[in-house]
């Protein structure tokens, strides 16, 4: 049982401000990931949740109590970090239970949660191996083993999967996952890797200089970002920002973003959008999923496009191509089977349902 609040959380490091006053209020059960660029503050955050790091303002309560001044050992939170150390001396199952020990815990209490979190892990047959004897993924494992046995109110990794290579940490992730379900202990995990935050999270916390961007589920973050940055940020290939402006004719509205292209705009959006009609310093934003080829649905070449690819990257179950708009680059994923090629002209028909409209002044999504 553990709920976790932030409240206007400040953390000053002599001249920089790492965390510029955080609000946010983590259930109790609920897997919270972190993400952003590097240096955002996820880490200083979490050290912070921890106890690790002293605050510089604002407060972090604990199930309504506030733990400012209570030091990291009585936050009973249990913390992975990116560069976990196992002792090498040790065993698995001495590694996982070096903490219990320490508190001088009864053996046949040591032994049942070891035990327990072994199964959890699917590391029962490791028990008694060394370190060096167990694979990246299985090192990992005991690390995280090392935090169940203490059965904390609080998890909190940084990074955790970082050090992996590509394939582990897809199975580390879902390890993680699996773990959570069964152990439904509160987590705060910390990445920069967007795709880790979405598949993990319950709720995805955006962090960008210092602040908060936007808090929601994975996909209401993916399907409606508050702000360029999310837009940007969220989504792989990243989305395409173009500049544009918003015209109108005979009541219909449309987005402009050369001589040659104008998109009709969603009628389900034209109120929205119609204080906007002729103004300078908007951005169109599209998801290159949402730019495939022209497959003739699109009702009267609704939203097409006529790329000249410059670029295609075949990725088997799809291919990116690159072409330019008034020269600024753009990414479409089209089908292995639309002759995508380098050079090519190719039509596109743009799905207009999931286009965002950003005011660059304020970054915000209109
Ligand atoms: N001990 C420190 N002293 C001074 N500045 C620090 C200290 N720790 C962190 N910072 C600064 O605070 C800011 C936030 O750092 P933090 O480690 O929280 O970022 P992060 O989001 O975890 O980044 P990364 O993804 O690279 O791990 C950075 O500008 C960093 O340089
Ligand atoms: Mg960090």
């Not at 808090?215 to 508050?226: Q, S, V």
């Amino acid at each position: 049982m553990a709920q976790v609040s932030l409240r206007k959380l400040v953390k000053r490091f002599d001249d920089t401000e790492a965390v510029r006053g955080i609000d946010l209020d983590i259930a109790d059960k609920e897997f919270v990931v972190l993400v952003g660029p590097s240096g955002c503050g996820k880490t200083t955050t979490l050290r912070m949740i921890a106890g690790l790091e002293e605050v510089s303002g604002g407060e972090i309560a604990v199930d309504g109590e506030v733990v400012n001044d209570v030091p990291p050992k009585d936050r009973d939170m249990a913390m992975v970090f990116q560069n976990y150390a196992l002792y090498p001396h040790m065993t698995v199952f001495e590694n996982m239970s070096f903490g219990l020990r320490l508190k001088r815990y009864p053996k046949d209490e040591i032994a049942r949660r070891v035990n327990e979190a072994a199964r959890i892990l699917d590391i029962a047959e490791l028990l008694g191996r060394k370190p060096r004897q167990l694979s990246g993924g299985q090192r990992q494992r005991v690390a995280m083993g090392r935090a169940i046995v203490r059965n904390p109110k609080v998890f909190l990794f940084d990074e955790p999967l970082s050090n992996l290579d590509a394939k582990l940490r897809v199975q580390m992730r879902t390890e993680i996952k699996r773990v959570h379900q069964k152990v439904r202990t509160t987590t705060v995990d910390v990445t920069h890797d967007q795709v880790e935050a979405m598949t993990l999270a319950d709720r995805v916390v955006v962090m960008n200089r210092g602040r908060i961007e936007q808090i929601g589920p994975p996909n209401e973050l993916y399907h409606a970002p508050r702000t360029r940055f999310v837009a940007g940020f969220i989504g792989s290939p990243a989305m395409n920002f173009l500049p544009c402006r918003l015209e109108e004719a005979n009541g219909a509205l449309r987005v402009r973003l050369s001589q040659d292209i104008a998109l009709p705009v969603p009628p389900t959006r034209a109120e929205r959008y119609r204080a906007h009609v002729g103004r300078d310093g908007l951005t169109f934003g599209l998801r290159p999923e949402h730019l495939p080829e022209d497959r003739g649905n699109g009702g009267a070449h609704a939203g097409a496009i006529d790329a000249v690819i410059e670029v295609a990257e075949p990725l088997g179950m799809e291919t990116l191509i690159f072409f330019r708009i008034n020269e600024v680059e753009v990414c479409g994923r089209v089908s292995p089977t639309a002759g995508a090629r380098e050079g090519a002209r190719l039509r596109l028909c743009a799905g207009l349902d999931n286009m965002h409209l950003i005011d660059e002044a304020s970054g915000h999504v209109i």
